[in-house]
């Protein structure tokens, strides 16, 4: 195969990886699609009732309360899996901007040009 042609194509496959990547990026971004389901994280609660036991006062009643959720699984969930699918996408466009430039240099000739021993001496009358 023909080194121009080889060049050509790794260019292309290149331009098209970095494209995609970026689309996928823009599209999870403004929320058209969704990320990959990587991470299944459960929610971060703390039980106030059972923290602040100790520090009640002796005649005090233990109220039997519920935990607060500090944050929800989804929004644990959705911002690890944001940061995933970027990492990933950042991966994906840079193997594609390396195989673009590998194709650059097979398509630009490379040229040496050397002088002759006469051209570098210079000429004594």
């Keep these: 195969m023909d080194t121009k042609i080889l060049g050509y194509l ?10 995609l990547s970026l689309i996928s990026v823009f599209m999870v971004f403004t929320g058209r699609s969704k990320p990959f389901p990587i991470f299944s994280q459960s929610s971060v ?4 009732g059972s923290l602040l036991a100790n520090q009640l006062p002796q005649g ?6 519920s935990p607060i959720e500090f944050l929800s ?17 950042s991966f994906i466009s840079g193997l594609g901007v390396k195989i673009a430039s590998l194709g650059v240099q097979l398509i630009r000739p490379i040229e040496i ?11 004594s009358k």
């Design 10 to 19: 790794l260019l292309s496959l290149g331009f098209l990886l970095a494209l």
């Design 73 to 89: 699984a989804k929004t644990i969930n959705d911002m690890f899996n944001l940061g995933a699918h970027l990492i990933l996408m």
């Design 45 to 48: 609660s703390v039980d106030l």
């Design 113 to 123: 040009k050397l002088q002759s021993e006469q051209a570098r001496e210079p000429q």
């Design 60 to 65: 005090a009643t233990k109220n039997e309360s």
